[in-house]
């Protein structure tokens, strides 16, 4: 009250009373015009309380001004009050500009007063608003009236308090079930499942009552009972009590058999909610040895009440643990212990300690759960997540969800107690420990808290974990190599000599390998795990001793046993004799048998999986113990075998590669390699052309190194070639076994049978399917029948609505609609539908020419007619409809009997198969025209009807003529009934011209006008003519007649987009698929849908479309050029005349944008309600339904009406929510993408938004950052804040995508998720397959339940160049026929692609849809497919349904895309998920789930290393002279397995692992004519340089995370395709992943040719060679290739200045990389400073094959006069030193002396540079250097150099503290010089010829050229296009 007097003295001080004259203010208040004030961009502090009463300001401001002026003063009062000192962040601003609007308003306003005083005013109109049901504005009104009433004393305008009560609560937004709005007559509350949900939990009948319980007013509940037992928040209270009611509603209605009371909650849905909620928990409890705290009582009507707490219990901990339900076991945790104070309270048990009543630790204060159990533990994590510091901190050195949530595995979790005990060691985030006092209460009773560090796994960089996680592969594959080399090396003939006694002994040695193997793993298992050694079990720490000591003790007891054996003559056991010789039982033989024991059992389990499942999940004590030592004890992991059928297939199949991998490597690699080894250990090489370190080694041992180390590195990787090979076969085969050939739109035939599936799928059909029956096809002629009179109807109207729904999408014009409707209506024809146009299109005409030209009988003329059946059904329609309009057309009688006599006499001969004798055929065509003629004056629109009228007639009167006098034979009958009407007037014979001119002149009586008054008879002519506007016989028969008579097109031409044919063509094929049947929409799963949204492009803004795109062209205009057919279709929609709105769609769903996303996601509501109400309607009800919808859409206040109940019956089943993370700070900054967010609310009224409101609060006089879950709601254009549920703190702490997900998923509501992302987009016609997939979860026959489902995806981001092509290719072939071999057979699919389909609740009780730690959960969401795999999940593939994906379509974009990829392989492959899931599979899944993950891409580095590998030896072998003693000295001058190990290389540098499984796919769906088509073009569109490209990226991300870290998200935007990237750009992107290795490939290649001349020919070099030389010229230049106007030399001009612009700036802090050489190399090399220990000890051994060079070269100097002396190599280091210290000089001159004494600094260059040149010429003259050793100086030094930066990088630290670091990056940035002008040259070269630039242009948007666009208007297009 004070603070409100204070602002209204303030305001009288600014504007006194009576300062103006009265007359001033009449006139301000007769010129008033009201502007809203802004009302959305409010502090975020402020929104909640303020925001409501200035919008009611705005909504009033017309209706009465006073009104709006009093509720923005009540909310300036408000604000004052809330922050009186204006400390938040933007409240002072808004506090000077409202103060501003009220004292512009407060004299104005009171003259626009209606009411005496200010208080009648609202009074008034509250009481007016409270009368129109605008509830919301009288509640603010009321608020309003009751400040100024108390303020001014007009206390008696007030309401009732009880009314103000009522009033206050009577309003509350609502989600979807308005249980507080007083709404209870909403249809959906009308629902009898959602009654007897509701009335389930209302049942708070014998319930303790609970003291201090909030008082709501609202209806008491088992959630409000809970809040108040638990102190939950009333926001998450409700958002959670809408959550539970849909998902026992949904439950509920789909028991079978049914309910006997439909309103009663069926108990079988309640155990089915708990069985699913509480799985996790029933297991945990059996794992950690504790009862479940679930107890019901024993009075049966009770139960269903009790158990409804518990679940409702769990879901409002789940609701609000916030970060915590990334930590399933956690929540068991805290739910257990919960559970049980629950259970005390219900059964008012006393408390042993306090004789008191049980109550909660925590009690039921308002937000007590948050505060006092999630924010300790979020406290924790958050904490823990500051260590990671961005991804730098190594990730031993911080615990992340798994490690605090893995805590809970073990029973020490129970140590935390309840209350938690904040003292105990996992609440310590600090790595020292510390004394901290246990109670408040004593503080002097202290203990160690100490930090507890990694549980059960650590993340160490090292590439052991490979070897560690898969080490059963690496065994196999060496023992393999051991025995097969043996095999080779005794050049074994025939299997039998495998058992020769010095054959066999050698073979049994792979024993001693694998001994040495296994305790190589055992060692390398224990150091990963050191840093976890204080969180395991001593169960654990004995299991690691045991293995260790088990592991050495064979280690050291095979090998000398087997050597014992080797060396004794003599058996010293037992001997026996066979036709393959003499063998021996030794002590060795006797030690293996033992040591396979084990191999043995475990064989014999593989093969019955059911009991290995058994022993892994048994608690008895023996399997525990066996489980014990076969595997760690985790909680996960467990169970996770396949069925025996599932098991004998993977088998199967990996057997058969394996034994052709095996057969191939030793016929092709080994075996050749055998005898070149024995030649080079026989040669004795006694001269080297260098100094040689170890010349006495025996066998030429490096010699034998350099030949087979790039063939043992190739033996390991080529499996991945073989699998690639095997997949593209058996996923070829799969896809043909699953109907992926089928083609329902390339031939016509196929259409007849999709109605029958259409109902049987999409439908509910009326026939009945037994379980597991196939569907079956009627008989041709009776499936006609069948499909026209029963699935006819419903297919017409799902039909139509796709058509419908092309068009709305503006993918096909009016005409082709009209073309592919299928007419349905209860009129005129009765329900049967008509087929669609384009199928009858051209058959109407054959059939007049078949039938002109036809001499013969009737019936072979009929046969033939109904051989092609849509000819027959044009001819019967043509007939139909032509009798149709006639009948209508004509109402004389006269005329109807004529027109009934002629139609009789063409029926009764059709009947008499007579046709050919009744009419002269041959007359057909000139018929034909005549109809033409006359339909077309039907629906020519005319301005003039009498015009029209008289056309019509002639055309009547001359189709008569001459169907009567030149068609039919005999026209007698008709003649003589227009005889007797006319004799009737006249009498006497007449011609037959004259009968027929007075033809339709008739009046109603039948009488013919006389002749002579034709004229007046002409206008009381009595046709019904002109005919409706609108109606069926217009719009559809008409119309569709004349198109049908005149069309030309093929069925095949129409429709002409490319996008509907492929998706109709995917459409119709899907039908004949394993789908299974739809339920009713009623009884389906309900589904949620969710999408991320971070900072992303919403919809295109009218700049955006306008303005040109990096000097190129503007959006708008690209659109217009790409899309000219469907933008000049949306032109003809709009009938010319768009709007800028228009506009901005069409271009944003031709994008990747959130509003193409949810249009796409939205079409699932549309289809599932055209569904619900094809459920209800009969096939005579479908023609009028629509209209009916239509109708009552019209009767929104109808709660009953028919598209009130279909609305609440979709919104029960199908929910969407877009998590909007920054929607909060976009809308308070006012950000257009808040509104057209919002936008898309008001669009789709369903639609929700999920945000993190971040806002300040004051508290103790400091603002104080408090974070909140929103849930909003569009609500008549504005947003509407439907729940608030407060966080511990900020959610975004580990990766962003997972987090954002995680806030929003408690909003979500269905059974299944959906998380979409927003780069994809949906189809109408597949949203009708929705329900079909989410039977999918219901439907497992034989199969465990799954709980993935995995989808297909289509890549709609083709554009226009040949990268588009390429990738989406690539991701086509892996998301179809990839996925497809991975889940089945293979049955190691994990989540892919963001379409899939999630078990909600299995997944939100097992840790959620995605992990979010920092770094190592880089790729999230293939994370959420590990865990639910280790978690006894099961995920499955379909390819019946697919949803549109985007992707990055520019080079730099997709490289961005592939290191991110190549980023979180590199994390995954640290991860405890692949190491565990590697332990757990057996050995054929371990396989599959290698080379489909973290495989892959260490193959493709490894086929990277093979190049470096191979071309070092062979550098070590010239430079040596060990080469040319070999070939001259052993001839070997071809080594065939080194030819087969560059061919092999090859393979997977081409790109071809990606060609061959997309040649397959593109072979099945498309015809492998087409495939092969498609992949030669792609090769003339240098596709291999592309996957060439491609592999360097993958390899050098790849290696790099995994040695060093600094994987991070890289944000690759969706630009489109069309712009050209700078060379600083594509420098900074590529310098050290490409050209760096590019230049050392170069370098290599090119001292080997220089050196290897002289003894080889250079054709062999090349074709040794010509692989490396094709990945080396691609890595350095494919990024300028592949550029848009890379080659323009206007570019190249622009991109040289940039690019001398970005090295010579002068870097320093806050400067980006983008703008500065200096902080770019900084960044570049950031992650070295982070690297640990042993990575940088790796870098460091990396680089010293940079020092080989220099080495092996200055001994080949002629100034060395071969010289072979270590000195000649120790003297060349001057030269190094001589350049180090003048850069030293150069850069010490430049400090000191360039600024001060310029001159003298240009001296000082000059003196240096006349020196080296002085230095250089003595050498030349007086030291014989010749030109050659100049070149072979550079060639030396320049890797030498690069070597020492290199390591200087790497001690950055230890060589910045002695002061040289400045002349290393003057180093540094002289590389960066030379490298880029080594680049530049050649392109600037080859931009000088114009003709390269067109070739250019033409290879990469070859796609364009075929569809005729014009690609340089678009480069160079405009920059404003209307």
Known sequence: MESRLRIVQAMEEIVPEGSSQPSQWRLRAARHSPEPFDSEKLPPILVSEIRRFLRVANELERESPRAAYLCRFHAFEKIHTMDQNSSGRGVRQLKTSLLQRLERDEEVTKLLRLQKSDARELEYLYLKKKSENALEIAFVLMEVLKAVSFTDGHEQFLPAGGDIKEKSESYSPYNILPFDSGDSQNAIMLLPEIEASISAIRNVRGLPSIENSCETGLPLDLLYWLQNLFGFQTGSVSNQREHLVLLLANMHVRQNPKPALAT?????????????????????????????????????????????????????????????????????????????????????????????????????????????????????????????????????????????????????????????????????????????????????????????????????RSFWHLFRSFDRLWTFLLLALQMMTIMAWHELETPLELFDPEVFDGIMSIFVTNAILRFLQVVIDISLMWGARQNMEFSQRLRYLIKFLVALIWAITLPVSYATSQGSSVCSTMQFQSDAGNFCISLYLIFVLIYLISNFIGVALFFVPAVTHYIETSSWLACSIISWWTQSHLYVGRGMQEAQVSLLKYTIFWVILLSCKLLFSYHFQIKPLIEPTKHIMKVSINTYDWHEFFPEVQNNAGAILAVWAPILLVYVMDTQIWYSIFCAIFGGVCGIVRHLDSNGWNGQEPFLFIPIHVQWFLCRSSITK?????????????????????????????????????????????????????????????????????????????????????????????????????????????????????????????????LRALFDDIETSIRNSSTPIDFKLAELPVLIEKVIKMVEILVTVFENNQTRLDALIISFQGFLEFIINDMMVEGGRILDIIDSSYGQERGGDVSLMQHVSHMFKSDSRGFIVPFSQSDEGTRNSVLRFPLPDKGPLKDQQIKRLFLMLTVKEAALDIPANLEVRRRISFFATSLFMDMPPAPKVRNMLSLSIMTPYFLEEVKFSEDELRLSQDGGASILYYMQKIYPDEWKNLLERFNYNITDDDTRCWASFRGQTLSRTVRGMMYYRKALKLQAFLDICSNQDIAKGCIAIERDKNQKNSQNSLAAKLDALIDMKFTYIISCQMFGLQKAAGDSHAQDIIDLMSRYPSLRVAYIEEKEEIVDGKPHKVYSSVLIKAVNNLDQEVYRIKLPGPPIIGEGKPENQNHAIIFTRGEALQAIDMNQDNNFEEAYKMRNLLQEFIRHSGQPHPTILGLREHIFTGSISSLAGFMSYQETSFVTIGQRFLANPLRVRFHYGHPDLFDRIFHITQGGISKASKTINLSEGVFSGFNSILRQGHVTYHEYMQVGKGRDVGLNQISKFEAKLANGNGEQTLSRDIYRLGHRFDFFRLLSFYFTTVGYYFNNLISVFVVYVFLYGRLYLVLSGVERALIIDARLQHIKSLETVLATQSFLQLGLLTGLPMVMELGLEKGFLSAMSNFILMQLQLAASFFTFSLGTKAHHFGRTILHGGAKYRPTGCKFVVFHAGFTENYQLYSRSHFVKGIELIFLLSVYNLFSMSYESSIAHMMITYSTWFMAINWLFVPFLFNPSGFAWRMIVEDWADWNKWMNNVGGIGVQPEKCWESWWNTENAHLRHSGLCSRIIEILLCLRFFIYQYGLVYHLDISQKNKNIVVYMLSWFVILAVFLLVKIVGEGSRRLSTNYHLIYRFLKL?????????????????????????????????????????????????????????????????????????????AVLAWMPLISTIQTRVLFNQAFTRQLQIHPILYGKNRNR
């Open 264 to 460: 009663k909650l069926d108990d079988r849905a309640v155990d089915e909610l708990m069985g699913k909620l509480f799985r996790n928990y029933r297991n945990w409890c059996k794992f950690l040895g504790r009862k479940c705290n679930f107890w019901l009582p024993s009075v049966k009507q009770e139960i269903q009440q009790h158990k409804i707490l518990y679940i409702a219990l769990y879901l409002l901990i789940w609701g609000e643990a916030s970060n915590l339900r990334l930590m399933p076991e956690c929540l068991c945790y805290i739910f257990h212990h919960m559970a049980y104070e629950l259970y005390g309270v219900l059964s008012s048990a006393v408390s042993l300690n306090t004789g008191k009543k049980v109550v909660p630790a925590y009690g039921g204060q308002n937000e007590s759960f948050l505060r006092n159990v999630v924010t300790p533990i979020y406290k924790v994590i958050y904490e823990e997540a500051q260590k990671n510091k961005n991804g730098v901190s190594d990730h031993s050195k911080w615990r992340n969800y798994d490690d605090l949530n893995e805590f809970f595995w073990s029973t020490n979790c129970f140590k935390l107690g309840w209350p938690l005990r904040l003292e105990n060691d996992f609440f310590c985030t600090s790595f020292s420990s510390k004394q901290i006092s246990t109670s408040k209460e004593s503080p002097n009773e202290t203990c160690e808290w100490k930090w507890l560090g990694k549980t059960n796994f650590v993340e160490v």
């Open 1807 to 1883: 003196l240096i540079f006349l020196s080296v040149l002085a230095g250089i010429f003595t050498m030349l003259c007086v030291c014989r250097l010749s030109v050659m050793d100049l070149v072979i100086c550079c060639l030396a030094f320049l890797p030498t150099g690069w070597g020492l930066l290199s390591v200087a990088q790497t001690l950055r630290p230890k060589i910045e503290e002695y002061g040289v670091w400045e002349p290393v990056k003057v180093v540094a940035q002289a590389y960066d010089y030379g490298m880029g002008g080594l680049l530049f040259i050649p392109i």
């Open 770 to 898: 037994e379980k597991g029956e196939h569907l079956q096809r009627y008989p041709e002629e009776q499936s006609l029948q069948e499909a026209e009179r029963d699935e006819l109807p419903k297919f017409a109207h799902v039909w139509n609505q796709i058509i419908a729904n092309f068009r709305s999408e503006d993918l096909i014009s009016n005409r082709e609609m009209d073309m592919m409707i299928m007419p349905l209506s209860s009129k005129f024809g009765g329900t049967s539908a008509r087929w669609p146009l384009f199928l009858l299109a051209m058959k109407f005409s054959s059939a007049v020419n078949m039938a002109r030209d036809y001499v013969g009988k009737h019936e072979k003329l009929s046969r033939k007619i109904k051989k092609d059946k849509y000819m027959f059904y044009a001819i019967k329609e043509c007939y139909d409809t032509l009798k149709n309009v006639f009948n209508f057309l004509v109402v004389g009688d006269l005329d109807k009997r004529v």
